[in-house]
């Protein structure tokens, strides 16, 4: 079997270079794609010094043109990818009354446009080879979460938007399943505590105590629930939100 490809958006950092280098590890070449491709990296030197296949890749999600472009240099680079990971994404947190219009439209053009835009330039590969994998980044936040309508929305958003591609794309072989963290150390949280204006050390051991499990998560904690849907062991798993929050609850 020809080696499988995946793209890996928001890979520069956080859970989607863990993401990225887990794939890698089992076998995928990977497109590390994010905003700036000089960012991209580092991602892509620790995957390459395992001995992994992967091409740094710029490009803004949220634009269509940008998009298209990007696909078409994985399939020049490494061959037609039928693993999407939607995982680039933002927060502009804010309470209602003071959340900015461009606060929200900046938060759903990356995670629902973006999502929306490289699903949809993806599903034709998938669909010409009768196999694909698309796991989408959903949050615990999509539950509810003060400070984060623009964003809980996105998120909530993500798992219809889940469930909808898993109806239209399985019979072509490809599921379509969500990843659902909950408190995930990474420069996402790390901005949420200075926002907030909490000491790092603090905020962290005030969010563990929350959590069954007694620990923040990790974003290998993450990559390894992705590398799950992504398995060819997962095929007849689609449509599914897994939350990965260390217990039953936000
Ligand atoms: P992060 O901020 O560390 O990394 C996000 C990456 O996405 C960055 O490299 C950024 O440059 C990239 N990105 C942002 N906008 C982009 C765009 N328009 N086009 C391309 N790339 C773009 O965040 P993280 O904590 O690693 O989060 C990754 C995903 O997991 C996000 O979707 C986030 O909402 C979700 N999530 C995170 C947590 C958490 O606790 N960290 C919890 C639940 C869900």
Not at 229 to 246: D, K
Request: glycine share 12%; net charge negative.
């Amino acid at each position: 079997m020809t080696q499988r490809v995946a793209i890996v958006t928001g890979a520069a950092r956080g859970i989607g270079a863990a993401t990225a280098q887990r794939l890698a590890g089992d076998g995928l070449a990977v497109a590390v794609l994010d905003l700036d491709e000089a960012a991209t990296k580092a991602t892509v030197d620790a995957i390459e010094s395992a001995g992994g296949n992967a091409l740094g890749v710029g490009a803004d999600v949220s634009s269509p043109e940008a998009v298209e472009a990007a696909v078409e240099r994985v399939v020049e680079g490494l061959g037609a990818p039928t693993v999407l990971v939607n995982n680039a994404g933002i927060t502009r947190d804010n309470l209602l009354f003071k959340m900015t219009e461009s606060d929200w439209d900046m938060v759903m053009n990356v995670h629902l446009r973006g999502s929306f835009l490289m699903s949809r330039a993806v599903q034709k590969h998938m669909v010409a080879a009768g196999w694909g994998r698309i796991v989408n980044l959903s949050s615990t936040s999509a539950l509810g979460n003060r400070g984060q309508a623009n964003y809980s929305a996105a998120k909530a958003g993500l798992q219809g938007f889940t469930k909808t591609l898993a109806i239209e794309l399985g019979k072509f072989g490809v599921t379509v399943n969500c990843v659902a963290p909950g408190f995930i150390v990474s420069d996402m949280t790390k901005a949420t505590a200075e926002r907030i204006g909490q000491d790092w050390e603090v905020y962290v051991a005030a969010r563990a105590a929350e959590i069954p499990v007694a620990r923040a998560g990790q974003v290998e904690d993450i990559a390894n629930t992705v590398a799950f849907f992504v398995g060819e062991g997962a095929g007849f798993v689609s449509g599914q939100v897994i939350y990965v929050a260390g217990g039953p609850r936000t």
